[in-house]
DNA sequence: GATCCACGGGAATACACGGATG
DNA sequence: CATCCGTGTATTCCCGTGGATC
C-alpha cells in the first residue's frame, strides 16, 4: 500500500477510534499486490512461463489445488507485474536484441464466474487486448471471434489467458472453454485455474504442464492474516494468538479464514472494541458456514440474484421454512414475481449457493417441503452489498 | 435492426403418503 | 405383503418475450 492511502485511512477516521480501516483489504474476494510466502510456488509458475522471456508462449497448463489455497491469488498478482515488467522493458528491448524482437505476450485474466457465456468469454479476451471497449450487445458472438482473429492474428504478440475457476457450477465446463480455445489462433495459450486435477483427456490432448498447489500450511496462513490485518484493521487489533485460532479453525482455507476474520472484526467494532476477542471470533466463524463456497461466487451473480439473496438472509426461520414461503416473502420486497423468485431460489441453490433441508415429515399432506440455508460467508455478504449500497 | 440475456410463466415431472387392490 | 393409485406438494425444465445496448 501507498503512503498516500495510508494517510488517506487515517483521515476517514474523524476522530472516531476505528477498528476496521478498510474492508476492501480484509475481503476474501480482494488479493494482494504480492502474495505472502509463495516463492516455491511462484517460482514453479516462472519456470513454465520461462519461454515467455525469450520472446516465445509458453504451452497449455493446469493449476489445481483445494479452494482458499491461493491459487487466484498467485496468479492475478503475476499476471499483473508480468504486464507491468513488459511494458516497462519493451523500449529496452528493441536496442538490445538481434534480429527479432523478443516482445511478451499479453497477459489475460478471466474469471470464468463473470463470463458464463461464449459470448462473454470472446468479449472479455477482447476487451484486455484492444483499446477501445468491445459493444456488450448488438453484436453476434461469431463477430466478436473473427475481431479477436484479427487482432491476433495480425500480431506476432501472442497472448496468456489464465482462465480462472474453471468447471465451477454455473460456469461453462471445462470441455467448453477448451473448445472455445481451439477456436482461437494459434498464439493463445491457456493457463486452466481449478479446483480438481485437470481430466486425462484433457491432460494428454492440450496440456503440457499440470501444477500442484497445496492448502496453506498453519504458520503461512497466520501470516497471511496478520499481512491483511495490517492494511485492513488498526493497529494491534489483532493478537498473534487470535490470527492463530483462525487459521487453527479454518485448517488451511484462506478464503474461510478472510471470511472469519472479516466477519470478527466487524463484530468487535459493532461492540465498541479497538481489538478483536475470542469471542468476536466465535462470531466471526459463526457466520462463516462449513462446507463454505466462495464469496467471490456470491458476488458475481447478477444484481436481482444477490438482491434476492440478501432479502433471503432478513427473514426469519419459519419464513425460510419452506421455498414457497420464502419466495412469497422475498417478492414482497423485491420487484419480482414470487414464481421468479421462486425459481431462482432453485436455481441458486442448484449451483451451490444455498444448500435445500428437506423438513421431516410433519403435517402429513404432500411431499415435504425445503428449508433454505446460505452456503456461503453470510457477514461479509450482508457487510459488503450494504456499502454497495445497491438499494 | 441485431443481439444477448434476464424474466415470467407454466407445463412436466418427481416425491411423499395413505388407502385401495390383488 | 407388494403394488398401484390419487392427491397434494415440491422441483425441474423449457421457451417465448422484452429490456438494454450498440
Not at 514453479?44 to 522471456?53: H, Q, T
Not at 492440450?206 to 491483511?228: F, H, K, P
Request: glycine content about 6%; overall charge negative; proline content about 6%.
Amino acid at each position: 500500500m501507498d503512503l498516500e492511502a495510508r494517510i488517506r485511512r487515517r483521515q476517514r477516521r474523524d476522530g472516531e477510534p476505528r477498528l476496521i480501516l478498510d474492508y476492501e483489504a480484509l475481503s476474501p474476494t480482494s488479493h494482494v499486490e504480492e502474495p505472502v510466502n509463495r516463492g516455491p510456488i511462484l517460482e514453479r509458475l516462472l519456470n513454465y512461463l520461462d519461454p515467455v522471456f525469450d520472446g516465445k508462449l509458453p504451452p497449455n497448463a493446469y493449476l489445481h489445488g483445494p479452494k482458499g489455497s491461493g491459487k487466484s491469488a498467485v496468479v492475478t498478482a503475476l499476471f499483473t507485474h508480468l504486464n507491468r515488467l513488459s511494458t516497462e522493458r519493451r523500449p529496452v528491448i528493441y536496442t538490445s536484441t538481434r534480429v527479432q524482437s523478443p516482445m511478451s505476450p499479453v497477459f489475460v485474466y478471466v474469471d470464468a464466474r463473470r463470463t458464463p457465456s461464449e459470448f462473454a468469454f470472446y468479449h472479455a479476451v477482447l476487451d484486455a487486448l484492444v483499446e477501445e471497449r468491445p459493444p456488450k450487445s448488438g453484436i453476434g458472438t461469431g463477430t466478436l471471434k473473427s475481431r479477436l482473429h484479427g487482432v491476433l492474428g495480425g500480431s506476432r504478440v501472442g497472448v496468456v489467458v489464465a482462465i480462472d475457476h474453471l468447471g465451477e457450477p454455473g460456469t461453462l465446463a471445462e470441455e467448453a472453454f477448451v473448445d472455445l480455445f481451439a477456436g482461437l489462433p494459434s498464439n493463445a495459450s491457456w493457463l486452466a485455474i481449478g479446483r480438481s486435477p485437470p481430466s486425462e483427456t484433457v491432460l494428454t490432448t492440450y496440456t503440457a504442464e499440470s501444477i500442484r498447489m497445496e492448502a496453506y500450511q498453519r504458520q503461512i496462513l497466520v501470516d497471511v492474516l496478520m499481512t491483511r490485518a495490517s492494511n485492513g484493521i488498526a493497529q494491534r487489533a489483532l493478537s498473534h494468538g487470535v490470527a492463530r485460532d483462525i487459521a487453527d479453525w479454518a485448517d488451511g482455507d484462506a478464503h474461510d479464514a478472510l471470511a472469519a476474520l472479516f466477519g470478527a472484526a466487524d463484530e468487535a467494532t459493532a461492540n465498541d472494541r479497538d481489538a478483536i476477542t475470542s469471542a468476536d471470533v466465535d462470531a466471526g466463524t459463526e457466520a462463516v458456514p462449513r462446507p463454505c463456497i466462495s464469496l467471490g461466487r456470491v458476488v458475481a451473480l447478477p444484481a436481482n440474484r444477490q438482491r434476492v439473496l440478501r432479502r433471503l438472509l432478513d427473514l426469519d426461520v419459519d419464513e425460510r421454512s419452506s421455498v414457497q414461503a420464502a419466495s412469497e416473502r422475498i417478492s414482497e420486497t423485491v420487484d419480482l414475481s414470487t414464481a421468479t423468485v421462486k425459481r431462482i431460489l432453485y436455481e441458486l441453490s442448484e449451483d451451490g449457493i444455498t444448500r435445500r433441508v428437506t423438513a421431516e415429515r410433519v403435517d402429513g399432506k404432500g411431499r415435504p417441503p425445503s428449508r433454505l440455508e446460505p452456503c456461503f460467508p453470510t457477514a461479509v455478504f450482508e457487510r459488503l452489498y450494504a456499502l454497495n449500497r445497491r438499494d
